[in-house]
């Protein structure tokens, strides 16, 4: 079975750009979670999608947002970057509660 | 590879030897937890998860200890070896009003194996 798959691996933008993240979760898997992971922060929590809608939202601006498909892909997007938003950006994918979530190998975006 | 910061606490240990990895978490109400590993440039793989109505899990060389009275967990390596360095998270699900809750992760702790 495909594990989660994140798109594209690497990325590098300029500051005041925006940036659209993909990602394809393990099939059968309804739930999506969004985490930024930086070196200061370690793993944050962005937003969880179920079924096309955000159930949980971290404590982060405005400027990043997502979305869910009917096929339960995820995309995460981020407006207006900011040097301070380089990090590696992770999804991950979980078949109900209270069970593991399955992570992709993550985008790593650079601002510059 | 994936730096996980300057200030990450580090464990370590002999080839050979056991590691114990500590952790604590914050809500009262949080109802199950996770242990990732983390190699570098890769994403957090699952170690081994434990419900909080038990105190004690195990697995292959890895065993889970949960402390609900004051809120801690730790993983225990048995046996370690090269393979297991890496940074080890923990994560605790949050229940958030009727959803199923999110995970939110520990700073993590980077384990060096010394052969």
């Known amino acids: 079975k495909a594990g989660v798959t994140q798109t594209p691996r690497y990325l590098i933008k300029t500051r005041g750009q925006q940036v659209t993240l993909s990602c394809s979760p393990i099939s059968g898997h309804r739930s999506v979670s969004w985490y930024q992971q930086t070196p200061g922060q370690g793993l944050q929590f962005l937003f969880e999608?179920?079924?096309?809608?955000?159930?949980n939202k971290g404590n982060f601006p405005g400027r990043f947002s997502g979305r869910q498909f009917s096929n339960s892909r995820s995309e995460m997007n981020v407006s207006t970057l900011e040097l301070g938003d380089s990090a590696l950006y992770l999804c991950?994918?979980?078949?109900?509660?209270?069970?593991?979530?399955?992570f992709g190998q993550g985008t790593r975006l650079t601002v510059v | 590879g994936e730096s996980v910061g300057l200030h990450l606490p580090t464990l370590s240990v002999q080839e050979g030897d056991n590691s114990i990895i500590n952790c604590a978490y914050s809500?009262?109400?949080?109802?199950?937890f996770i242990w990732y590993k983390q190699e570098s440039g890769k994403g957090p793989q699952f170690i081994i998860d434990?419900?909080?109505?038990?105190d004690k899990r195990q697995g292959q060389r890895v065993t889970v200890l949960l402390n609900k009275t004051v809120k801690h967990l730790s993983l225990q390596i048995a046996a370690t070896q090269p393979g297991d360095s890496a940074v080890y998270f923990c994560?605790?699900?949050?229940?958030?009003?009727?959803?199923?809750?999110?995970?939110?992760f520990g700073k993590g702790t980077k384990l060096s194996v010394k052969p």
């Open positions: 994560a605790e699900n949050i229940q958030v009003g009727g959803s199923q809750g999110n995970l939110i």
């Open positions: 991950a994918s979980r078949l109900k509660e209270n069970t593991e979530a399955f």
């Open positions: 809500n009262s109400a949080s109802d199950y």
């Open positions: 434990i419900r909080s109505n038990m």
């Open positions: 999608y179920f079924s096309e809608t955000q159930r």
